[in-house]
């Protein structure tokens, strides 16, 4: 073995299993070298996830990302001569009408983001699987692309590391734990195992079901569990005797039952002349915080497999024998099957990205099999970028909140994730149950009075709606419709859009104390702002004003949205409650690789907002302010930032409406919310809920939301928030954006879609949710840009002003045309739509009392 380094520019910690060495990989191949890999098993693992995962990979999912990186790991396990292309099924059975609507619905996704999944019959799922009783399935879906990792992803691992190694670019040392992390004025410094201490630039942490434990020496934790997953054999099943493969039938899903199933082909293949049996615990899964895993020596099998009780699948394996007998005929290899710890994740997806405590410090954990390779890739680009060309922020570790990431918190929301691994089918709003209640506003017992139907956000108790509002049905009813459809209607309040229209006709207020405020003070706060934001912050004439902006990345693309108040001595920035953390550590990172002089607080539980809008906002707002007058036009022109006083409270009043209608954001101390809101509310003024603000009413404005319509694969000129001038001063992403400004037109605009007729086939009105595929009527495909990025509704929500359903959508150039005739699909059913507007253009505009049609 080599000599144990003193030094090097990245050390890997767990580079044995799939992901680590797929960074590995990925590093060599965009310019890196000097790499120590270190694992504390073999290389490649013999203890890990990696070590007998069931290698499976499907590319369906209702997440872009989740596709895309499956899409890559495929293809780059297809490069290496490693992946067996047998395609898969899922199946719904007969009567589960709940599990075929999932079906469809996973056949849009598919258009969507550009799989080849299609539906199929009982009769070709008997053709392609024989050993399924046609007679208990009702149909279900083929992905031609799933298949397998061959002979297995521990063997993928282990040559990308011997490939690596060989470079000259990567020291390997197996058998080498970390022990801990040399941190030196927040900045990694090196690593300590038993052979020696390696200082490092850079350290990677994808130890799997061990991450946890790295993060920890740093003061850190990550929010995922490893669970069990009982994973069973049965045999000898010899069909495939003498072919060589290592599977011979697609994969199959039941998940109806929380289960798949697979051959494991010849019998002298790797795991040869057996069924596998999968199975995840639906109802009580077992969770293992990753301090009681095993050591090696302790081990039956291995620190990642626990011993497998009958009583854990003796019900759903049953269930299983009605869909396939032969696992009845076949004999149970008791010795072989055993639980599989695999990561869930307490946020709905992995954590990567860099530490937030520690620069240099980056973690990629609960990543499965399927997504190794892509995330491989995703790791390296942005740690050499500073970027991904697909947007990240939905995985990005810097948007956790700190009670995200305590350990009671990390156990309930991943006790929650494994019980739907793969049932039930979950909604796009579903909301987790556990651990809620962590943040309230100070009028939250007003709320609760009121009937508040309260969702969550970053930790934030949120009313959709409130019971106390209902009446409004009696006034709006015919304009509010009934949703018939459950889907459509679960985890939404018929009386949000009832308070839509009320504060469309007069006026009303919401709590929007979800918003995310840092504040950036010290002498180089403008300097850093004008450098981040492609709006003008800096400049006398801009003290006094919030002006809303963006951070754009070195590519010139849209990586957040805000408003700056820019104050005398600092400047606030009001964020969204789910981007707030990600983009306030942003910028103390990039303050300090520029060596600036800011400090940057988050005062986001500090202070609160009530927004008050409707064309009565004005003349309400005077019933409670001490001067009146100085609500008055000429005295608070839009966009402008003014102390008021309410209730004998300081209440700073910004002049901004993302509703479209006239009003102010309040802004307040915590301490000072409960006796503001209870004299706006003494007026009579009405609360309506964020249903009304962060979705129907700003749909029908145009307004776009971050991390949806706002994403780093589009321009600002795409998403048409680009200012007719840019700055003279220089920012991010500035070369980039002039270059894009400059071109004849842009490849594609985010457009305002409306839903013609929503009519289904069995006659009843839907009111969709989720991503749909845009779609051209004559062809049937889904739209495709020249930078070959799919068209799919980014935001969708029913408009009762205007009586439709209202999407936004990026299209190609050449279909951006008012009145342009498209269909989106939506549950396998298409329905037309037609262009209303391209870029910003809003369908109702107060300014101009009635709706565009």
Known sequence: ???????????????????????????????????????????????????????????????????????????????????????????????????????????????????????????????????????????????????????????????????????????????????????????????????????????????????????????????????????????????????????????????????????TGDPKTTEGGQIEWGYYEATNPRLCHPRDILEKHEARLSPSQRDLEMEQIIEPLERAMELTPILGELGYNEGHSFNGLLQVSAAGGPSCGESQKVRGLWYCVAIWVKDGPGYGKLIADWMTDGRTEIDHASIDYARFYPHQLEEKFIENRCFEAAQKIYFPAVHTREPYASSRNVKRSPFYEREKELGGYFMELGGWERAHGYAANEHLLEKYGNRVPVRENEWDSRHFWRVSNAEHLAMSEDCGIVNLSHFHMVDIEGPDHVELLEWLCAAKIGGDGNIGKGIYTHFL??????????????????CR????????????????????????????????????TIGIWGPNARETLKKVVADPAG????????????????????????????????????????????????????????????????????????????????????????????????????????????????????????????????????????????????????TGEVLIDELGRRSYTTSIAYGPTIGKNIALAYLPWAYCQEGRKLNVEYFAETYPVEVAGVGYKPLYDPENLKPRS
């Not at 070195?554 to 408003?563: I, L, S, Y």
């Not at 954001?665 to 919310?673: A, I, S, V």
């Not at 809920?689 to 939301?705: C, F, H, I, P």
């Open 553 to 570: 990345d070195d590519e010139g693309m849209v990586r957040a949205d805000f408003t700056v108040f820019r104050m005398a001595d600092r």
């Open 631 to 778: 609500l008055d036009p000429q005295n608070f022109p839009f966009a402008a930032i003014t102390p008021i006083e309410i209730a004998g409270k300081p209440v700073s009043a910004f002049r901004i409406s993302y509703v479209g209608e006239q009003g102010w954001e309040l802004h307040m101390k915590y301490e000072d919310g409960l006796a503001v809101w209870d004299a706006l509310r003494a007026t009579g003024v009405m609360a309506f809920g964020v249903e009304t603000y962060a979705n129907s009413r700003r749909m029908e404005k145009s307004l776009r939301l971050q991390n949806a319509d706002l994403l780093t694969q589009y321009n600002l000129i795409e998403a048409d928030l680009a200012r007719p001038k840019v700055k003279e001063a220089d920012f991010r992403g500035k070369a980039k954006h002039l270059e894009y400004k400059a071109r004849e037109h842009q490849p594609a605009m985010l457009c305002t879609l409306v839903m013609t007729e929503n009519t289904d086939r069995n006659g009843v009105k839907r009111y969709p949710v989720g991503n749909l595929p845009v779609m051209d009527p004559e």
């Open 1 to 263: 073995m080599a000599e144990f380094p003193q030094r090097a520019k990245v050390v890997i910690i767990g580079l044995g299993g799939i992901v680590g060495a797929s960074i590995a990989h990925h590093l060599i191949e965009r310019g890196w070298d000097d790499i120590v890999g270190i694992d504390k098993s073999g290389i490649p693992t013999d203890i890990g996830s990696t070590a007998h995962a069931s290698d499976f990979c499907y590319t369906t999912s209702h997440d872009f990302l989740s596709v895309w990186t499956t899409q890559y790991s495929i293809d780059f396990f297809e490069r290496m001569g490693h992946y067996a292309r047998i395609g898969g099924l899922e199946v719904a059975r007969t009567g589960d009408d709940v599990w075929m609507e999932e079906i469809k619905r996973k056949l849009s996704s598919a258009k969507a983001f550009g799989t080849r999944a299609h539906y199929v019959s009982p009769a070709e799922i008997k053709k392609m699987f024989p050993l399924i009783e046609e007679d208990q399935v009702m149909g279900g879906m083929f992905d031609p692309d799933a298949g397998l990792v061959v002979p297995r992803s521990q063997t993928v691992a282990g040559k990308l590391v011997d490939t690596a190694e060989k470079s000259g670019k990567l020291q390997v040392f197996g058998n080498t734990p970390a022990t801990s992390l040399l941190v030196e004025n927040g900045r990694i410094k090196g690593v300590v195992t038993h052979r020696g201490t390696i200082m490092a630039d850079h350290v990677i942490v994808c130890a799997g079901i061990w991450g946890r434990l790295i993060a920890e020496m740093v003061g850190e934790d990550l929010p995922v569990m490893p669970v069990d997953h009982p994973l069973t054999f049965f045999g000898p099943y010899n069909e495939f005797e003498g072919t060589g493969k290592e599977i011979g039938f697609p994969l199959l899903r039941d998940q109806g039952n929380s289960a798949y199933m697979r051959d």
């Open 573 to 608: 920035l009001v964020n969204g409650a789910d981007a707030g953390p990600r983009d306030f550590h942003y910028m103390r990172r990039v303050a300090e690789d520029r060596g600036l002089d800011v400090t940057i607080t988050d005062v986001s539980e500090k202070f609160i």
